[in-house]
């Protein structure tokens, strides 16, 4: 129970700061644009990389969306849930490119479906980032906007634009789907 109150009032201090962050943005400091990116970019880079396929594309729509934050943040409305909204510009940008390259490209060999954060030993990050590869689209965008962006259940609905529902299944399956693999060996079966 102490647990569940710590990552409320966590992840509310966190909401708080980012919201001054954005506020801040609004005013033309540079700074806290800067301190955004470094507590966000993680959380956004996995999820434009899950979305484009393309580490390149990835690495572009990054940067589109830090620069969208930095033009509209004055638009933004202090509900307490600003990662929705950093995830919302996340997403558009990340659809806008789909749409102009009218396709999306599967990815190679050399990428990984998610960035993990730096906490996250190398040889852990090699074997999640292969795990995350047995998930559907869908699963693993479900999964890195929980895990890695730290999104809620009902924030990640609106940012993939389904009920929450339909996100905590998805999540409750791929979490499943992951400890069967990494209890496995890897060795997972459909």
């Not at 301190?35 to 572009?60: C, H, I, P, Q, W």
């Not at 909204?85 to 998610?114: E, G, H, Q, Y």
């Not at 962006?149 to 993939?160: F, M, P, S, Y």
Request: proline share 3%; with cysteine; charged share 30%.
């Amino acid at each position: 129970m102490v647990m569940v109150l710590f990552t409320i009032a966590d992840d509310s201090s966190r909401s708080r700061r980012l919201e001054t962050y954005i506020k801040e943005i609004a005013e033309d400091n540079m700074t806290s644009l800067r301190l955004l990116y470094e507590e966000t970019s993680a959380g956004v880079y996995s999820f434009t990389l899950s979305m484009l396929k393309n580490r390149e594309d990835a690495e572009d729509a990054l940067q589109d969306v830090y620069l969208s934050i930095h033009k509209s943040a004055h638009l933004y409305n202090p509900i307490g849930r600003p990662m929705e909204w950093i995830m919302t510009v996340t997403r558009n940008i990340c659809i806008s490119k789909l749409r102009d390259r009218n396709k999306t490209k599967p990815l190679d060999d050399t990428d990984k479906p998610a960035e993990f954060p730096e906490f996250v030993r190398s040889e852990n990050r090699i074997l999640l980032g292969e795990a995350m590869k047995i998930l559907t689209d869908e699963e693993r965008k479900v999964i890195i906007l929980k895990a890695v962006a730290g999104l809620k259940h009902k924030e990640i609905a609106t940012v993939l634009g389904m009920t929450p529902s339909t996100v905590r299944s998805k999540y409750h399956r791929a979490i499943k789907r992951l400890k069967q693999y990494l209890t496995r060996g890897g060795a997972f079966r459909e």
